[in-house]
């Protein structure tokens, strides 16, 4: 089974997804020299707890509950420090974040996203970055930064009516 396929799972272990990422998180900020305060950890699980993005605002009520200042800025921090080291993906067309599945190899995000139920899956692919950066040198262009997004449907939900 690949990533993808697990995330589509119905019988997925969340709780799984987030131990690994944190365990993942610690290992990387300490191998870094770099604190993984309560606050950015609470906001990593927070993510984590679904495969489906989240936005600083869906943020804000469980961080609030745990005690921790619950203004945007505080989560803007959180995210821009786990996004800065690979913890994190932000979904461009989303406005959102999502968990990312190889941390500790730099690389581009590549995900489909179901509009139906939301679960988002990141893309391990070599060949699409490939593509892109052929595509582009071809025509004489640099890639400084690329995220690709395809918008569908998961196995589990079924294709809409036309």
């Not at 970055?129 to 918008?151: P, Q, T, Y």
């Amino acid at each position: 089974m690949t990533d993808a396929t697990i995330a589509y799972h119905p019988d997925h272990n969340h709780d799984n997804c987030v131990s690994h990422a944190l365990q993942d998180a610690r290992r990387i900020c300490q191998s870094k020299g770099i604190r993984l305060t309560a606050i950015r950890e609470l906001v990593l699980k927070l993510i984590w707890q679904s495969h489906k993005p989240l936005g600083a605002y869906d943020l804000l009520p469980a961080i609030a509950e745990a005690g921790f200042n619950s203004a945007p800025p505080t989560v803007y921090r959180a995210l821009d420090f786990l996004q800065e080291q690979g913890l994190v993906h932000r979904i461009a067309s989303l406005n959102a974040f999502i968990g990312c599945t190889n941390p500790e190899h730099p690389h581009q995000g590549y995900f489909l996203i179901c509009q139906a139920c939301g679960v988002t899956v990141e893309l391990n692919s070599g060949s699409i970055e490939k593509s892109i950066h052929n595509s582009a040198e071809e025509l004489g262009f640099v890639v400084e930064h690329e995220s690709v997004e395809v918008v569908g449907r998961c196995p589990n939900c079924p294709p809409e009516a036309k």
